[in-house]
């Protein structure tokens, strides 16, 4: 199966500033692009999108235009600040660079509110014009926060990550599931396969994920979903890079080999127009 990881973060300690990292030590070392590929490539995954690793904000620019001249980097998602006046002239600047696909803004550990604002959602509408989509991250408990914003930017397509971030480990399937269900009734999002493991106790296995994953595809439907890797924060609960890949085949062993080329490299292809 040929695969393009829509979710890799790569980290450069040497170059960047990565505050969260000090509160998780495991992962808190450098992780490169060759490094990442060492292993990916004897799995099939043959290029990924970097996806912007919450770096200081001075960094945010920088950290674009260095990922994107890395090898088998397809493309980016850059981090981006939707409540700043000046998010117009930033997004000018991330347009401008071949290779900019979409644009992140952390939203699981800020305050509600924060993507509730008339001009979060108005500088949201304007990555219609330079075709970028937004990758909404969010907690499960968050959810209706991704309706409400989609819904205020119909022409904007997101991306939501890890399968809405389910407390596998806690909480389980409800009511995380009925809050999927209504976000993928937004025509305009699509669900990144991704993040899962994260929310699992080590020693996780494919049959631990399955229920979730299902209930994606079957909330969203084979064209509106896309795989991502979320290394190297998907090895946090002991897991390695092999075990989610492996996982997420064994899986969806029994959809058609067409099914599975959307999930793992068509659609991607498609939504980040690669």
């Known amino acids: 199966m040929r695969i393009l990881d829509t ?25 490169s692009v060759e490094a990442y590929f060492a292993e990916a ?11 912007e690793v919450d770096v200081a904000e001075p960094d945010m620019l920088a ?8 090898p088998h980097i397809a493309g980016a998602i850059a981090a981006c600040r939707p409540e700043h006046p000046g998010f117009a002239a930033h997004i000018e600047q991330l347009a401008a660079l071949p290779g900019v696909k979409g644009v992140r803004r952390i939203l699981h550990e800020a ?23 937004f990758d909404l991250c969010l907690r499960a408990d968050q959810l209706h ?6 819904d205020k930017a119909p022409e904007v397509t997101f991306i939501l990550d890890h399968c809405g971030n389910p407390d596998i480990s806690g909480l389980g399937l409800d009511p995380w599931r009925d809050a999927l269900a209504a976000v993928a009734r937004c025509p305009n999002v ?19 994920l399955r229920p979730y994953v299902e209930h ?10 896309v795989w991502g890797s979320d290394h190297p924060v998907a090895t946090l609960t002991g897991g390695t890079l092999t075990d989610w890949v492996e996982a997420a085949l064994a899986i969806t062993a029994g959809a058609s080999p067409d099914e599975r080329a959307k999930l793992f ?6 939504y980040y127009r690669l």
């Open 7 to 31: 979710h890799l973060h790569l980290i450069y300690p040497e170059r960047f500033s990565y505050p969260w990292l000090a509160g998780a030590p495991a992962i808190d070392r450098p992780w």
């Open 111 to 133: 305050p509600d509110a924060l993507s509730q604002t008339t001009l979060f959602a108005e500088n949201i509408r304007r990555l219609a014009a330079h075709d970028l989509s």
């Open 216 to 225: 994606v595809i079957e909330s969203f439907g084979w064209d509106r979903v």
């Open 63 to 70: 950290e674009t235009r260095f990922v994107l001249g890395l």
């Open 190 to 208: 699509v669900c990144k396969v991704s993040g899962i493991v994260n929310h699992c106790q080590p020693g996780w296995t494919a049959e631990t």
């Open 265 to 270: 490299h068509a659609n991607a292809e498609r």
């Open 41 to 51: 490539r004897e799995l099939g995954v043959e290029s990924a999108l970097h996806m």
């Open 145 to 150: 926060l991704g309706v409400a914003l989609a």
